[in-house]
């Protein structure tokens, strides 16, 4: 009898969580549907089978070269995130190792930056860029895109460091580590599931970045979102060309997620439960 | 082998001169078809100056305005041609974001731009956008449902017609709504189309001392009527129904009437598209007999920004793309039909384009019944149409949209939104330091 129930609760909460993850996915779900109509079909109202024509595909193609926008986009996600990276698990481990009576305001205070809209600085950023010369270049925005993702990443990493039994980086240095042996042979190695997901969100967040992508950027250094934003129109019908380039922009993404989501989970929920 | 290395060597070395010497210029514009329709034919430009590269960057119209401000207001060159409308024109000249067109070359023909576009693309005489295409607003209507319901539609109806007709063509049960307006909230949006209207009421925004007018009784007549209106003649969710959302019920059959930009006549009356593409007439904007009609004139022109380092390749650029040589160039390549509308005199008064364009007469006739320069009954302080060419009326014009738009939804009386309208109007003329 007890079994029986436990089956039910089992098939109640698969259902339940098929309905939720069904749900999140149908917006996604529909812009790819709405990929494959026609313009009028698109705009026709609610429809889940699409007539099957890839005429918009090969428009938004014709229109503006996806392959140079997709370079950039790979470019400045993982360029980012290398850089943040390399900024964040030192300032990580310090606080995590170290920590002083300060070391919670300071996280508190980058995190606080992430709370200020963006368009706030806008110009004050775009006077900077202009003056150094980086409008419209890949360094000038890898390293825009590192600073805005930087407290969160500091912050991840923080969480998963402090996990560490402090004991084993001592042992460490009875043996003679010096610091940076320390950071690199044996706290990084015991973290990876930690940095990876770290990693992996914050390519996620850096390949879906809208508002400086845009902002900084015409030619040379746009990303796909400078690509998706080019099939929106006040006028005439769009719905099926903007879904289009929009399930090119996010294809590579959702593959990257799908086959690293056990690390990605592993890493989140990393800590959750002690 | 040693021959050619040095062939070879001199072969780069040329194409670096030539790369040195081709001057790249940056081009900001929008999606719409006929901007895309001209980037498929620069070949034709580049062809005839091989010295000059473009690069394209196309935006959303509101990604694009924020982009080209924050730009321009900081002189980044990051563009050398800029597409902005006539809202943009007349502030940013004054401001001398931009660099005057006087030298389009002799045989542009200035003169043949349309006086109602050019006057709005001018500030002191002097030409500081070059129109690229032009629109106005009028009535598009069904002429199988107006001869239903028995009526004949004039070619200048008056407001007091449009509601009677309205009020015939309705036929819920069969879902068609007599009358289709913008109600979406935006400057751009239902406060294009309501400005325009209250023109035609004899309403306006400010006084001659800059105090807002909403408390006035041209304000409440046009609002009324038209909430009224939408009310009983619209169709349901009317408040959140733009241009693209008019134009889906339109084509699929389901407004009599539909008053919005001329140049959606090419879209109703396209039968691909359209399902009552042989069916639609077309009429100027209504009036109430006060010598202002409730059109409104836009027209995306080409400016060349004052921070700009290549202004001569950059005008070059604009001539072209502005010339009377593109719009027969597109004739001969995708006919008459798309050849960019509203900006040049000779186009409507070419036998071929009237053929293609049944439209062509009242679209211009729409254009030359608008004045940016004296847009209202009473006088005013500003130009502007269905806008105020003022820098704070995109933020207000949007606030007071959505006060307007809650009134269409039902949420709030006429009486409040226009209290409320009034008192925003009040509190960003102040701040702006019009009105002390």
Known sequence: MARAVTTQHKTIATAAAWVVALLIFFPILYTIITSFKSEQEAIQGFNLIPSGTFESYSEVQQQSGYFKFFFNSVLLSVGSTVLALIVAIPAAWSMAFSPTKRTKDILMWMLSTKM????AVLFPIY????DSGLLDSRIGLTVMLMLINLPIVVWMLYTYFREIPGEILEAARMDGASLWNEIIYVLTPMAVPGIASTMLLNIILAWNEAFWTIRL???NAAPLTAFISSFSSPQ???????????????????IMGWFSQKQLVRGLTFGAVK | MKLRTLTLGLLSASALAFAAHAESITIATVNNGDMVRMQK?????????PDIQLNWVTLEENVLRERVTTDIATKGGQYDVMTIGTYEVPIWAKQSWLLPLDKLGDDYDVKDIIPAIAGGLSVDGKLYAAPFYGESSFVMYRKDLME????KMPD???WDFIKQAADKMTDRANGVNGICLRGKAGWGENMAFLTAMSNSFGARWFDENWKPQFDQPEWKNTLQFYVDLMKADGPEGASSNGFNENLALFQQGKCGMWIDATVAASFVSDPKASQVADKVGYALAPDNGLGKRGNWLWAWSLAVPAGTQKADAAEKFVSWATSKHYAELVASKEGWANVPPGTRSSLYANPEYQKAAPFAKMTLDSINAADPTHPTVKPVPYVGVQFVAIPEFQGLGTTVGQLFSAALAGQSSVDDALKQAQDAATAAMTEGGYIK
């Not at chain 2, 239903?148 to 009526?151: E, F, P, S, Y």
């Open chain 2, 41 to 49: 034919l620069t070949d034709d430009f580049t062809k005839a100056n």
């Open chain 2, 148 to 151: 239903k319901a028995g009526l």
């Open chain 1, 236 to 254: 005439g019908l769009f719905w099926a060309k903007l879904s289009a380039a929009s399930t090119l922009a996010i294809a590579p993404i959702l």
């Open chain 1, 116 to 119: 200020m809209p963006a368009v």
């Open chain 1, 217 to 219: 950027t015409t030619t």
């Open chain 1, 127 to 130: 006077l900077i860029f202009r």
């Open chain 2, 156 to 158: 200048a109806p008056t």
